[in-house]
């Protein structure tokens, strides 16, 4: 059965700060990792990762993915107090069509 | 349409009625996901859609579940005789293809169940 562990499972930074959320998965015929930004509303799209060692990066925003090591981490710095939400990671498996099994996210949250 | 929405946001149901939730995808997408969402978890798969073709109900958690999207677009999730435990926010997504997209999620249903 296919596994996504997110850690930390809550994190409470000051502004200004830089965090990495983590992410370990266990698939099998591993296609993609992807991250989402959730507010009180609609998981947003933030990375599709297929490839190790290949930074995607959108502000201050930024990701990487281990395939060897089966992980992958999202950095946010200079967090912000609209950086707060849950940081859902997903996994997407070859082969069949797009599941995605997430992991239980991580809630940030950013003060002044 | 701009993105993909839910109807209704909201939706309270006494134990054992039976409730609706729509989804409209974003035009032109030809997948179609429902996903379930517990208080505190990642969202689960439940179904899967290419055009009007259920491929996958697999996740599906009893047959009180059903889903259709009989003219491969909008898409009706349907609960019959409701528990307590289906409380639960309802997301639907959408991709163009399904293979290697990425899926652009609505705003969810909320239910609960009393």
């Known amino acids: 059965e296919d596994k996504v562990v997110q850690s930390p499972l809550s994190l409470v930074v000051h502004e200004g700060d830089t965090v990495t959320l983590n992410c370990s998965y266990e698939?099998?015929?591993?296609?993609?990792l992807l991250w989402y930004k959730q507010e009180k509303k609609a998981p947003t799209f933030l990375f599709m990762l297929?490839?190790?060692?290949i930074e995607k990066k959108s502000g201050r925003l930024s990701s990487i993915l281990d395939k060897k090591e089966l992980f992958s981490i999202l950095n946010i710095t200079a967090t912000q107090t609209g950086d707060s939400a849950v940081y859902l990671c997903a996994v997407d498996r070859a082969g069949t069509a797009s599941k995605l099994t997430f992991g239980t996210g991580t809630r940030l949250q950013v003060t002044l | 349409g701009a993105g993909v929405s839910q109807s209704p946001r909201y939706k309270v149901a006494k134990r054992g009625q039976d409730v609706a939730l729509r989804c409209d995808p974003i035009s032109g997408h030809v997948s179609l996901f429902w996903y379930q969402q517990a208080l505190g978890q990642g969202p689960e798969f439940l179904t899967y859609f290419q055009n009007e073709a259920q491929l996958d109900k697999s996740g599906l958690p009893s047959d009180r579940f059903f889903a259709e999207r009989p003219e491969g677009s909008v898409s009706t999730l349907k609960i019959q005789r409701t528990q307590q435990e289906d409380s639960a926010v309802y997301l639907c997504a959408s991709s163009f293809q399904g293979w290697s997209e990425t899926q652009y999620f609505g705003p969810g249903t909320r239910l609960l169940v009393l």
């Open positions: 297929t490839s190790s060692g």
């Open positions: 698939v099998t015929n591993f296609r993609s």
